[in-house]
Structures are given as C-alpha cells and as structure tokens.
C-alpha cells in the first residue's frame, strides 16, 4: 500500500514553454500534498504544501505565480512550472500523506530538463 | 542551530557489520520521526517511522527514539552492498501551533557497505 504516483518521469522543454507534473495517491486519499525540488547532490527543498479544495502554500523564496499548483481531488496534485527556463531544470518529487503526523510517501520524481 | 541534524558521512562500513546512523532535533513538541532511504537519481524511500521512546524492529532496521535527548537513531543489521544509499531523517512536529504534516529533513548520512 501507500503508492504515490507521478507523471511524467523525465521532460524535456523548450525555454518559455510550460510543463505540468502530476502526483497521484493510488491507494489512499491523502490530506495533504508536498512538492519538493532537489539539484544534483543536495538536499531535498520543500517548494509548497497543498491541501485539497485550498491554495497552496508557499515556501519562502517559491514563486507561487512561476510555480502553480492545483490540488483537484484528495488524489491528485499537479505543479505547473510556468515560463521555463534553464535554471528551473531539477528533479520535481511530490509525496503524500494520509494524515499530518503520518509518514509521507514519496513518488518516483520528475526529472526536468529545459533546454 | 540546524532543527534537524545528521552527520552527513560518508560513513564506511563492512559488508555484514553493523551500521549506526544517528540524528538529531531541536524541537522538543516534535512528535513523529522517520527514516528514509534515498538512492542516487531516485525519490526517498520510507524504511521505518517511530512515534515513542524505545525501539521498534523491522527486519533488519531497528529505530531508537529517546525524546528527552531529542535524540533517533537507526541501526541497519547484516549491511549489504545494497544498503549503500543517503539516510534522510525526518521529524514531523508542530509549527506555530498547527501541524500540517510538514516534515523537516536533516542533511542526510552517506552510508556505504563495501563487500
């Protein structure tokens, strides 16, 4: 059980264009969503953390107008990353969890390469 | 002061031996803890979640929580070669009064198994 899902895996863009992420809770509905960004030998950054049926809230420093995010259903989050550029290519992991002091279960991350 | 510490290693041990990670957090409401596994190129994996003080045994994973020295730790028993991975540690507590299952990540312990 606990099985996040998300789509696609790996992307690559044009600079301007925009990309939308998917996370999906497969096996439990999920209270709250996180979405997270990790560059190449650092550590995970927390970017937002999304509740159904609410904004999200940001961290310091996101930009919440480059970075949309749209929980629909307690199953599904999305992050758009709006206006690409290089400097946004990293690796995009959403998790999940069922309640606010449960484990968060992580999905397998989307690599985003702009060009 | 870091609220979540680790020692980031790598620490080096030997195939068969006994691998002790250890961790650290500064706030004291802190109430659920956990460890994950992350592999390079990957998303974290959870491997073990520990809510009161003592042990809890998972195969070869043990988890030691001592609130009062704010203090969890994770032995893995029997390391293999395929236990060589980052060890997130985790701490899920209460901000500004209200939980909202946020968890806050230590820098993370580079553990290698050498056959």
């Known amino acids: 059980g606990a099985v996040v899902s998300q789509h696609p895996s790996r992307v690559i863009c044009k600079s301007g264009t925009s990309v939308k992420i998917e996370c999906r809770s497969l096996?439990?509905?999920?209270?709250?969503m996180f979405w997270y960004r990790q560059f190449p030998k650092q550590s995970l950054m927390l970017m937002a953390t999304s509740n159904e049926g609410s904004k999200a809230t940001y961290e310091q420093g996101v930009e919440k107008d480059k970075f949309l995010i749209n929980h629909a259903s307690l199953t599904l989050s999305t992050l758009t990353v709006t206006s690409a550029h290089p400097e946004d290519s990293s690796f995009y992991i959403c998790?999940?969890?069922?309640?606010?002091?449960?484990?968060?279960?992580f999905g397998p991350g989307t690599r985003l390469t702009v060009l | 002061q870091k609220e979540v510490e680790q020692n980031s290693g790598p620490l080096s041990v030997p195939e068969g031996a006994i691998a002790s990670l250890n961790c650290t957090y500064s706030?004291?409401?802190?109430?659920?803890f956990f460890w994950y596994r992350q592999y390079s190129g990957k998303s974290p994996e959870l491997i073990m979640s520990?809510?009161?003080?003592g042990d809890k045994e998972d195969g070869r994973f043990t988890a030691q929580l001592n609130k009062a020295s704010q203090y969890v730790s994770l032995l893995i028993r029997d390391s293999q070669p395929s236990d060589s991975a980052t060890y997130l540690c985790?701490?899920?507590?209460?901000?500004?009064?209200?939980?909202?299952?946020?968890?806050?990540f230590g820098q993370g312990t580079i553990l290698t198994v050498h056959p």
């Open positions: 998790s999940a969890t069922p309640g606010q002091l449960s484990e968060q279960f």
């Open positions: 985790a701490v899920n507590g209460v901000s500004g009064g209200t939980s909202y299952g946020k968890l806050t």
């Open positions: 520990i809510y009161s003080n």
């Open positions: 096996d439990f509905q999920a209270t709250t």
């Open positions: 706030d004291r409401v802190s109430q659920s």
